[in-house]
């Protein structure tokens, strides 16, 4: 079955220390998402990649990074330069040609402890 | 300021009857629009997508609507189910390599038996 795999499902951090937010997929597409949501609010991109090796800053980079070393991997990392870490964390993928729509796993909680 | 704007943050409908829900914009270089369905701690899902060379599209029991002049589309859901009860998420694109998904903040619809 063809899918979206986030994991952890929860995960808590402590002040100061950079936690790995893992999103693979097997579905084949070229273009992966990061997203956050807070309550109450929209989904706000993170950052995205079109291709292997490339990716770029969306609305909110400010304390996160990613790589794109594989097609089929897009980990996303909060820093201790993020100061409000606490949210709902989403990944997604599409294809990319015209006007497919984006896919999404089922989403990392984390918390600071 | 809110690129897709869903006014209504709650909508209540007695099972069987028609659920509409509404998505406004203000970016006039929009050509894609899209609806996803999102449970409590899950990822969204894909529902259904229009792109601006229609007026309407149609899938089973959803069916969006498009009114380019108003820069305004809307979901139909007919007839609703209890299990339609979800918050109902809008997003538009544009043209362009990126095609990045702007959201709305979306609209939670109470299906009651």
């Known amino acids: 079955d063809g899918g979206i795999t986030q994991s952890p499902k929860y995960l808590f951090r402590k002040e100061g220390q950079n936690v790995t937010l893992s999103c693979e997929q097997n579905l084949n597409h070229d273009a992966m998402y990061w997203y956050r949501q807070d309550p109450g609010q929209g989904l706000r991109l993170i950052y995205y990649s079109q291709i292997v090796n490339d990716f770029q800053k969306g609305d909110i980079a400010e304390g996160y990074s990613v790589s794109r070393e594989k097609k089929e991997s897009f980990p996303l990392t909060v820093t201790s330069a993020q100061k409000n870490p606490t949210a709902f964390y989403l990944c997604a993928s599409r294809k990319w040609d015209t006007n497919q729509p984006q896919h999404f796993g089922d989403g990392t909680r984390l918390s600071i402890l | ?113």
Not at chain 2, 30 to 59: H, V
């Open chain 2, 1 to 113: 300021d809110q690129q897709v704007k869903q006014n209504s943050p709650s909508l209540s409908v007695q099972e069987g009857r028609i659920s509409i829900l509404n998505c406004d914009y203000t970016n006039s270089m929009f050509d894609y629009f899209l609806w996803y369905k999102k449970y409590p701690a899950e990822g969204p899902t894909f529902l259904i997508s229009i792109s601006s060379i229609k007026d309407k599209n149609e899938d089973g029991r959803f069916t969006v609507f498009l009114n380019k002049s108003a820069k305004h589309l809307s979901l139909h859901i007919v007839p609703s189910q209890p299990g339609d009860s979800a918050v109902y998420f809008c997003a538009a694109s544009g043209s362009g390599n990126n095609r990045k998904l702007i959201w709305g903040l979306g609209t939670s619809l109470a299906v009651n038996p």
